[in-house]
């Protein structure tokens, strides 16, 4: 009977272990340790760059009270934003989501690039609490669960492309009402700063935020941070229509020119009009694709779920098999690539 408990003990040892299995038993505590190194080493990674953060902020308030240097009190996210910056990839990466984020509010840049850096921590944060608590055990291999995790970003990445894309539509449908209340109240007032406000009232909300930084920055009469503004609207929504009414806003701002600038608005009102009417054929057509492609994924599951209650044996045991995980997987990816082929298509239309 000892043979018999030694031999099971060393099975328990050299199997996959569980956190569940811990209790009460020591000798599993290295062989858990082993199976879940990705998973812990994660997690310190956090830990240690969550400690450089907290000691980074320790020694500036040190050197602050120190010293009396008397600056604006920045939060933990500001700080963290900052140091994120000086990756010129990481700071392009921020900085092009904080573009995203502005598309549904009227903040500045500087606060859009705070939420950018909370989004992307929390979403970081996230995995690795999901990985380190629920996906130990449960995939045979390691790299699979990162896999997962991968796979998980990039499906957030994808419904970011899609609120972006819904975002810039919504936008481009107001532009032809956009052109036509600019034209008349320019030619009421004369200047494009009075006619872009008295105009908020009657903006659609998209709009409404996106002049609200143009009234602001004409304000300044700075040119470099004019054309920094305009340059940053003008990729975040990349519409030739919207480049031409950032065109037309510079020249009557620094220009003027009434005539000329109305002859342009009321073109520009006519070509809008006409390219919006091919944009919703092109949408229908394309949502029609994404919907079909979404019921076949949704036809595979129902069959999936119909023979779990039909078969039995080893057919039913293929549902479990790493081929049937793999042909679920090689279905999600081929999926989203072509929704994210279909609305890229539908955006460069």
């Given at each position: 009977?000892?043979?018999?408990?030694?031999?099971?003990?060393?099975?328990?040892?050299?199997?996959?272990?569980?956190?569940?299995?811990?209790?009460?038993?020591?000798?599993?505590?290295?062989?858990?340790?082993?199976?879940?190194?990705?998973?812990?080493?994660?997690?310190?990674?956090?830990?240690?760059?969550?400690?450089?953060?907290?000691?980074?902020?320790?020694?500036y308030?040190?050197?602050?009270?120190?010293?009396?240097?008397?600056?604006?009190?920045?939060?933990?996210i500001?700080?963290?934003?900052?140091?994120?910056?000086?990756?010129?990839m990481?700071?392009?990466?921020l900085?092009?989501?904080?573009?995203?984020?502005?598309?549904?509010?009227?903040?500045?840049?500087?606060?859009?690039?705070?939420?950018?850096?909370?989004?992307?921590?929390?979403?970081?944060?996230?995995?690795?609490?999901?990985?380190?608590?629920?996906?130990?055990?449960?995939?045979?291999?390691?790299?699979?669960?990162?896999?997962?995790?991968?796979?998980?970003?990039?499906?957030?990445?994808?419904?970011?492309?899609?609120?972006?894309?819904?975002?810039?539509?919504?936008?481009?449908?107001?532009?032809?009402?956009?052109?036509?209340?600019?034209?008349?109240?320019?030619?009421?007032?004369?200047?494009?700063?009075?006619?872009?406000?008295?105009?908020?009232?009657?903006?659609?909300?998209?709009?409404?935020?996106?002049?609200?930084?143009?009234?602001?920055?004409?304000r300044?009469?700075d040119?470099?941070?004019?054309?920094?503004?305009?340059?940053?609207?003008?990729?975040?929504?990349?519409?030739?229509?919207?480049?031409?009414?950032?065109?037309?806003?510079?020249q009557?701002?620094?220009?003027?020119?009434?005539?000329?600038?109305?002859?342009?608005?009321?073109?520009?009102?006519?070509?809008?009009?006409?390219?919006?009417?091919?944009?919703?054929?092109?949408?229908?057509?394309?949502?029609?694709?994404?919907?079909?492609?979404?019921?076949?994924?949704?036809?595979?599951?129902?069959?999936?779920?119909?023979n779990?209650?039909?078969?039995?044996?080893?057919?039913?045991?293929?549902?479990?098999?790493t081929?049937?995980?793999?042909?679920?997987?090689?279905?999600?990816?081929?999926?989203?690539?072509?929704?994210?082929?279909?609305?890229?298509?539908?955006?460069?239309?």
């Amino acid at each position: 009977m000892g043979n018999n408990l030694s031999t099971l003990n060393q099975k328990d040892v050299t199997a996959e272990v569980r956190y569940s299995d811990l209790k009460g038993r020591p000798d599993l505590i290295k062989p858990y340790i082993m199976n879940n190194a990705i998973y812990l080493l994660m997690i310190a990674l956090v830990l240690v760059y969550v400690f450089r953060i907290l000691k980074y902020r320790f020694e500036y308030n040190r050197k602050k009270r120190e010293y009396l240097i008397k600056k604006n009190n920045k939060g933990v996210i500001s700080e963290i934003t900052k140091e994120l910056r000086k990756n010129e990839m990481i700071g392009k990466f921020l900085e092009n989501l904080a573009n995203k984020i502005g598309m549904y509010n009227p903040y500045s840049l500087e606060r859009n690039l705070e939420y950018a850096t909370t989004l992307v921590l929390g979403l970081f944060f996230f995995i690795i609490i999901v990985l380190a608590t629920f996906m130990p055990g449960q995939f045979s291999v390691w790299y699979l669960g990162v896999f997962f995790a991968i796979l998980s970003i990039g499906f957030v990445g994808l419904m970011l492309y899609v609120f972006t894309l819904m975002a810039r539509m919504r936008f481009t449908r107001q532009l032809p009402d956009t052109f036509k209340l600019l034209n008349s109240r320019y030619i009421n007032t004369g200047n494009i700063l009075k006619a872009i406000n008295n105009s908020m009232g009657d903006f659609d909300r998209a709009v409404k935020r996106e002049m609200l930084r143009i009234y602001d920055v004409l304000r300044k009469n700075d040119m470099m941070e004019i054309d920094a503004t305009f340059d940053r609207i003008e990729n975040t929504y990349s519409n030739e229509h919207l480049t031409l009414l950032l065109n037309l806003i510079r020249q009557a701002h620094f220009k003027g020119g009434s005539e000329t600038i109305k002859e342009q608005f009321e073109q520009a009102t006519e070509d809008i009009l006409i390219d919006i009417e091919n944009q919703r054929d092109l949408t229908s057509s394309t949502r029609s694709y994404v919907l079909m492609s979404l019921l076949i994924a949704g036809g595979i599951v129902a069959v999936e779920t119909f023979n779990k209650t039909a078969l039995e044996g080893e057919a039913l045991a293929y549902y479990d098999s790493t081929d049937a995980l793999m042909f679920k997987i090689s279905i999600i990816i081929v999926m989203m690539l072509y929704v994210g082929m279909m609305l890229f298509l539908e955006r460069k239309g």
